[in-house]
């Protein structure tokens, strides 16, 4: 079992940038893949970016393609979301999941995550 635990998350306004770390405990994360989602005030959790740690393909949404990059460290067993250019519809609770199953398409739903962390919020002011 892993635990995760986002930390990064804060208010910036139109066209800042933020980080988002999401450090895992517990299992090495070279082994999981790794996703990040978020969620807005009355809307579902969406899917942001996911990266496989056991080789480092990546994905994103077309939302986001462009602007966020999702990094891995090993090392550090920490995983990454460099966001750029953020925008207001940017806004929401960030949240990390982990699997061990296989990175394949279904790695952009939410429901392919079995741990998670409790989230952080990001605010983009206009």
């Known amino acids: 079992q892993v635990q995760l635990v986002e930390s990064g998350g804060g208010l910036v306004q139109t066209g800042g940038s933020l980080r988002l770390s999401c450090a895992a405990s517990?299992?090495?994360?070279?082994?999981?893949?790794m996703g990040w989602f978020r969620q807005a005030i009355g809307k579902e959790r969406e899917f942001v970016a996911t990266?496989?740690?056991?080789?480092?393909?990546?994905y994103y949404s077309d939302s986001v393609r462009g602007r966020f990059t999702i990094s891995g460290d090993n090392a550090k067993n920490t995983v990454y979301l460099q966001m750029n250019s953020l925008i207001p519809e940017d806004t929401a609770v960030y949240y990390c999941?982990?699997?061990?199953?296989?990175?394949?398409?279904?790695?952009?739903?939410?429901?392919?995550?079995?741990?998670w962390g409790q989230g952080t919020q990001v605010t983009v002011s206009s």
């Open positions: 999941g982990a699997t061990e199953k296989f990175y394949t398409s279904n790695s952009r739903s939410p429901r392919w995550y079995d741990y």
């Open positions: 517990g299992r090495t994360l070279s082994s999981y893949v």
């Open positions: 990266i496989n740690c056991r080789t480092g393909s990546t």
